[in-house]
């Protein structure tokens, strides 16, 4: 048993040293998370930035980074301004007691300054803070000269003027790189303007630091030698150059021994910045080299140790930095891949959330159709409730006051209900019982039968109307929900397309604009958009297109490139003469087609009742259809063509053609009361699979054919505006190349009178045709009709033939085949 708890005594002190290490660990991470929120606060950043500012000078007595500072703070952040006060304060104290005194001059001074200035001027407080800063800089420092000297001298009246006007512009720069040191504002971009600001601003804080020595090295010369290296590994030699210039030109201003610094440091930050491919290796070597030439250059052998070691030393520090700063920096900083990824994850952001907008409407317009969808019981359900309460209304003006009304509503309810039934049924036409036993009957049943009767017919009418509302209703109430579907459709169809990812294609655009280069072709930029099969979408700028190379050379190096046949789909030649110009390149359908038309007027007149059309939809699909609208002349043109229109732009939204068409028909039904209809046929192609949709309403055959074949193809359904409730039969057909589809309306089918089969003769005469040619058959095909008819033209008559064809292109493509480079992939 001692052994036992013994054991048991050590498990448990292990699990107690356990939990106190793990409580130790998690106080040690609260420690580091709280330093670290600390020490990136913005009163920290205040403290630090205010002391060194407050002993910063240059050209040996100029201090003007206290009045920018102090002002810039009271206006941003008004409730640290004794932070402020105290910051300043402590660092002119580390500097010399007259440093002190001025500063708090010039404190008093802009304080009072402010106040006055605010109070008299209505103009905002930003706007005159520049103005204040350069009055009360000039007057706190003319001060301060007559307290220390008892007179004015004019050279250092001079250096006042000079002073008060760097306090101005600093004021300027600091008004727009204090407020990137806020948390609320760092999560944006930086234009380039605030870059330079900002690198103005570490400049002069680094100003404060002129004096100040690590085991005998300068910590000024380390500090900015690590900021240009930082820089420069994040922007590049655009910017480490930048940076260099600055921080090297403004301490120098505040120590003109070190003026050679401005060089070392413009130097090695361009370097450094062009070897940034070596990572931080490639940088800091970039410092190095610079170091040692122009230390070489500047101070000779004697002092080139020191300064090399001074690189050496920011090199370690910028090698120990976490990469997670160089990740922050570089978000900042345009042109940068975390900038662009930043960029792309805003605007990917925006995206969603407009997709999922749309997909709320889309959903919005499901649960209404749904909501429309949804019937109270219908009309047969309900046709027994209407009979009660119609027979009811009857029974109260014709039974209420009867004195056999409980002998025949109670004893005999059955039979009375039953007769009653049966004589509304009789009575829907003229109050009189055509059924000689259902009439005997009822004399028999009731001591009143005539009067009945007439009630009864009188009351038919209002119920009726109530039967035929109802039914309208439940119809209308029908369409509306197909049509709020078919909406709901399309919206949740382009929530789906925003939310698709828009592929990186970087890798074949070089590629793509490598090869057009290799073989002297001037290309200026290649943009893709899209590379799948059947969908590419290439924009290219290029010079001038004087003879057509867009056409002839590009788009047959692409069709080889990719794969595919490439045409131009779009051209905009450059405004100015050598420009350049913009050419949309994309793919070239599998199949064109090729469209005749003939047609003719009732009696040979002018306006015609029939009305054809052909235009693209998206996705690569191709309609025709021919309307014709009952009887002839004006009127009937107007409804036909109202009826393509509608289905032309009804169809180029998106939506089903099923719904498409049943919306269109519900319009023209509740357009007018007027008995006007017209009938559709119209065909579908897509032209990249040959797949066509036939919906025929109200319409004639098409006739197919292929070879030497020809074939009706048909489907029943009523011409458009007589119901508003219809089933729309679609029929599907494979096409193939060489198919040759004539569409037409009923006035060629009705024309040749005295043939018997009229399609039997209209397919004979297809098959004889010896052309191919689509305009030659329309023309041919509306001949013989009419010579078939006796030269008459009894009415409006339209013929609309189509050939299917395989699409070849006008250039063929042009090989770039190489060793080194073959096919582009379409995807990476």
Same mark, same amino acid.
């Given at each position: 048993?001692?052994?036992?708890?013994?054991?048991?005594?050590?498990?448990?002190?292990?699990?107690?040293?356990?939990?106190?290490?793990?409580?130790?660990?998690?106080?040690?991470?609260?420690?580091?998370?709280?330093?670290?929120?600390?020490?990136?606060?913005?009163?920290?950043?205040?403290?630090?930035?205010?002391?060194?500012?407050?002993?910063?000078?240059?050209?040996?007595?100029?201090?003007?980074?206290?009045?920018?500072?102090?002002?810039?703070?009271?206006?941003?952040?008004?409730?640290?301004?004794?932070?402020?006060?105290?910051?300043?304060?402590?660092?002119?104290?580390?500097?010399?007691?007259?440093?002190?005194?001025?500063?708090?001059?010039?404190?008093?001074?802009?304080?009072?300054?402010?106040?006055?200035?605010?109070?008299?001027?209505?103009?905002?407080?930003?706007?005159?803070?520049?103005?204040?800063?350069?009055?009360?800089?000039?007057?706190?420092?003319?001060?301060?000269?007559?307290?220390?000297?008892?007179?004015?001298?004019?050279?250092?009246?001079?250096?006042?003027?000079?002073?008060?006007?760097?306090?101005?512009?600093?004021?300027?720069?600091?008004?727009?790189?204090?407020?990137?040191?806020?948390?609320?504002?760092?999560?944006?971009?930086?234009?380039?303007?605030?870059?330079?600001?900002?690198?103005?601003?570490?400049?002069?804080?680094?100003? !404060?630091?002129?004096?100040?020595?690590?085991? $005998?090295?300068? &910590?000024?010369? /380390? +500090? =900015?030698?690590?900021? %240009?290296?930082? @820089?420069?590994?994040?922007? !590049?030699?655009?910017?480490?150059?930048?940076? $260099?210039?600055? &921080?090297?030109? /403004? +301490? =120098?201003?505040?120590? %003109?021994?070190? @003026?050679?610094?401005?060089?070392?440091?413009?130097?090695?930050?361009?370097? $450094?910045?062009?070897?940034?491919?070596?990572?931080?290796?490639?940088?800091?070597?970039? @410092?190095?080299?610079?170091?040692?030439?122009?230390?070489?250059?500047?101070? $000779?052998?004697?002092?080139?140790?020191?300064?090399?070691?001074?690189?050496?030393?920011?090199?370690?520090?910028?090698?120990?930095?976490?990469?997670?700063?160089?990740?922050?920096?570089?978000?900042?900083?345009?042109?940068?891949?975390?900038?662009?990824?930043?960029?792309?994850?805003?605007?990917?952001?925006?995206?969603?959330?407009?997709?999922?907008?749309?997909?709320?409407?889309?959903?919005?317009?499901?649960?209404?159709?749904?909501?429309?969808?949804?019937?109270?019981?219908?009309?047969?359900?309900?046709?027994?409730?209407?009979?009660?309460?119609?027979?009811?209304?009857?029974?109260?003006?014709?039974?209420?006051?009867?004195?056999?009304?409980?002998?025949?509503?109670?004893?005999?309810?059955?039979?009375?209900?039953?007769?009653?039934?049966?004589?509304?049924?009789?009575?829907?036409?003229?109050?009189?019982?055509?059924?000689?036993?259902?009439?005997?009957?009822?004399?028999?049943?009731?001591?009143?039968?005539?009067?009945?009767?007439?009630?009864?017919?009188?009351?038919?009418?209002?119920?009726?109307?109530?039967?035929?509302?109802?039914?309208?209703?439940?119809?209308?109430?029908?369409?509306?929900?197909?049509?709020?579907?078919?909406?709901?459709?399309?919206?949740?169809?382009?929530?789906?397309?925003?939310?698709?990812?828009?592929?990186?294609?970087?890798?074949?655009?070089?590629?793509?604009?490598?090869?057009?280069?290799?073989?002297?072709?001037?290309?200026?930029?290649?943009?893709?958009?899209?590379?799948?099969?059947?969908?590419?979408?290439?924009?290219?700028?290029?010079?001038?297109?004087?003879?057509?190379?867009?056409?002839?050379?590009?788009?047959?190096?692409?069709?080889?490139?990719?794969?595919?046949?490439?045409?131009?789909?779009?051209?905009?030649?450059?405004?100015?003469?050598?420009?350049?110009?913009?050419?949309?390149?994309?793919?070239?359908?599998?199949?064109?087609?090729?469209?005749?038309?003939?047609?003719?007027?009732?009696?040979?007149?002018?306006?015609?009742?029939?009305?054809?059309?052909?235009?693209?939809?998206?996705?690569?699909?191709?309609?025709?259809?021919?309307?014709?609208?009952?009887?002839?002349?004006?009127?009937?043109?107007?409804?036909?063509?109202?009826?393509?229109?509608?289905?032309?732009?009804?169809?180029?939204?998106?939506?089903?053609?099923?719904?498409?068409?049943?919306?269109?028909?519900?319009?023209?039904?509740?357009?007018?009361?007027?008995?006007?209809?017209?009938?559709?046929?119209?065909?579908?192609?897509?032209?990249?699979?040959?797949?066509?949709?036939?919906?025929?309403?109200?319409?004639?055959?098409?006739?197919?054919?292929?070879?030497?074949?020809?074939?009706?193809?048909?489907?029943?359904?009523?011409?458009?505006?007589?119901?508003?409730?219809?089933?729309?039969?679609?029929?599907?057909?494979?096409?193939?190349?060489?198919?040759?589809?004539?569409?037409?309306?009923?006035?060629?089918?009705?024309?040749?009178?005295?043939?018997?089969?009229?399609?039997?003769?209209?397919?004979?005469?297809?098959?004889?045709?010896?052309?191919?040619?689509?305009?030659?058959?329309?023309?041919?095909?509306?001949?013989?009709?009419?010579?078939?008819?006796?030269?008459?033209?009894?009415?409006?008559?339209?013929?609309?033939?189509?050939?299917?064809?395989?699409?070849?292109?006008?250039?063929?493509?042009?090989?770039?085949?190489?060793?080194?480079?073959?096919?582009?992939?379409?995807?990476?």
């Amino acid at each position: 048993m001692s052994q036992w708890d013994g054991t048991i005594h050590s498990a448990k002190m292990v699990e107690s040293r356990q939990a106190t290490s793990l409580q130790k660990n998690a106080f040690f991470k609260r420690f580091a998370k709280h330093l670290t929120r600390w020490l990136t606060s913005w009163e920290m950043m205040c403290l630090v930035i205010g002391i060194l500012f407050g002993r910063a000078m240059i050209l040996s007595n100029l201090t003007p980074f206290i009045l920018p500072f102090f002002a810039t703070i009271i206006l941003l952040k008004p409730q640290r301004r004794f932070l402020a006060i105290v910051s300043l304060l402590v660092g002119a104290a580390t500097f010399s007691g007259w440093q002190t005194l001025f500063s708090l001059l010039a404190i008093f001074v802009y304080s009072v300054l402010r106040i006055a200035v605010v109070r008299m001027s209505k103009k905002e407080e930003a706007k005159l803070l520049p103005y204040i800063v350069l009055a009360a800089g000039l007057i706190s420092r003319l001060g301060f000269d007559v307290l220390r000297h008892g007179e004015l001298i004019p050279s250092l009246e001079l250096l006042a003027l000079v002073e008060a006007g760097l306090s101005y512009l600093l004021c300027l720069i600091f008004l727009q790189s204090l407020p990137l040191l806020s948390a609320g504002v760092r999560k944006r971009s930086l234009k380039n303007e605030e870059i330079i600001c900002f690198i103005i601003l570490m400049a002069s804080v680094l100003s !404060g630091t002129i004096g100040w020595t690590f085991h $005998g090295f300068a &910590v000024d010369h /380390i +500090l =900015s030698r690590y900021l %240009v290296l930082v @820089l420069a590994y994040v922007g !590049g030699a655009a910017i480490g150059s930048t940076v $260099g210039v600055v &921080v090297g030109l /403004i +301490l =120098s201003l505040a120590n %003109v021994v070190g @003026l050679y610094q401005m060089s070392l440091l413009a130097f090695s930050g361009l370097l $450094g910045g062009l070897l940034k491919e070596g990572k931080k290796w490639g940088v800091g070597l970039g @410092l190095i080299i610079g170091t040692l030439l122009i230390g070489l250059y500047g101070q $000779g052998y004697e002092q080139l140790f020191g300064t090399t070691m001074e690189s050496v030393i920011a090199f370690v520090v910028f090698l120990l930095t976490p990469k997670a700063v160089f990740v922050k920096l570089s978000s900042f900083i345009p042109g940068t891949k975390e900038y662009q990824q930043q960029q792309q994850q805003y605007l990917r952001k925006v995206r969603d959330v407009t997709a999922n907008r749309v997909e709320q409407f889309s959903s919005l317009f499901k649960e209404l159709s749904s909501s429309f969808s949804h019937q109270s019981p219908t009309l047969n359900d309900g046709e027994e409730h209407q009979v009660d309460m119609f027979l009811s209304q009857v029974t109260e003006k014709s039974c209420q006051n009867c004195f056999k009304k409980e002998s025949c509503w109670i004893k005999n309810f059955d039979h009375t209900y039953h007769y009653m039934n049966e004589i509304m049924k009789e009575t829907q036409e003229e109050p009189t019982i055509q059924n000689a036993k259902l009439r005997r009957e009822w004399n028999h049943h009731c001591i009143k039968p005539d009067k009945v009767v007439d009630i009864i017919h009188e009351q038919q009418q209002n119920f009726q109307e109530k039967i035929r509302f109802k039914k309208t209703m439940q119809e209308s109430r029908k369409l509306v929900a197909d049509q709020l579907m078919g909406v709901s459709q399309v919206m949740g169809d382009f929530a789906k397309e925003m939310q698709k990812e828009r592929d990186t294609h970087q890798h074949q655009e070089e590629q793509i604009l490598y090869k057009l280069q290799e073989i002297g072709l001037d290309v200026e930029n290649v943009d893709i958009y899209n590379l799948e099969e059947g969908s590419v979408d290439i924009d290219m700028t290029i010079p001038v297109d004087y003879h057509g190379e867009a056409e002839k050379v590009i788009a047959p190096i692409l069709s080889d490139i990719l794969g595919e046949s490439i045409v131009v789909k779009k051209q905009v030649e450059a405004t100015i003469p050598n420009g350049y110009g913009q050419v949309t390149f994309g793919s070239a359908k599998a199949y064109v087609i090729e469209t005749g038309v003939a047609h003719t007027a009732k009696g040979g007149g002018w306006i015609s009742g029939d009305n054809y059309s052909t235009f693209e939809l998206g996705g690569g699909k191709y309609a025709l259809a021919i309307s014709d609208g009952m009887g002839n002349g004006e009127r009937a043109h107007v409804e036909s063509y109202e009826t393509l229109n509608l289905l032309s732009k009804v169809l180029k939204s998106g939506i089903d053609e099923t719904v498409a068409i049943k919306s269109i028909n519900s319009i023209l039904s509740l357009r007018s009361t007027d008995e006007i209809f017209s009938t559709l046929d119209l065909v579908m192609v897509d032209l990249q699979n040959a797949h066509a949709k036939f919906l025929k309403i109200g319409s004639n055959p098409s006739f197919l054919k292929r070879g030497n074949k020809v074939r009706m193809i048909e489907a029943g359904n009523l011409p458009m505006g007589i119901i508003q409730d219809f089933e729309v039969d679609v029929v599907d057909e494979e096409l193939k190349a060489g198919d040759i589809l004539v569409m037409m309306s009923d006035g060629i089918l009705e024309a040749p009178m005295h043939i018997g089969n009229t399609e039997i003769w209209i397919k004979r005469k297809i098959s004889e045709m010896k052309t191919e040619d689509p305009q030659g058959i329309a023309d041919v095909l509306l001949e013989e009709v009419i010579r078939a008819s006796d030269g008459r033209i009894e009415d409006d008559m339209t013929i609309v033939v189509s050939r299917l064809q395989h699409h070849i292109p006008k250039w063929s493509a042009i090989s770039t085949y190489s060793e080194h480079h073959g096919k582009i992939p379409k995807a990476q």
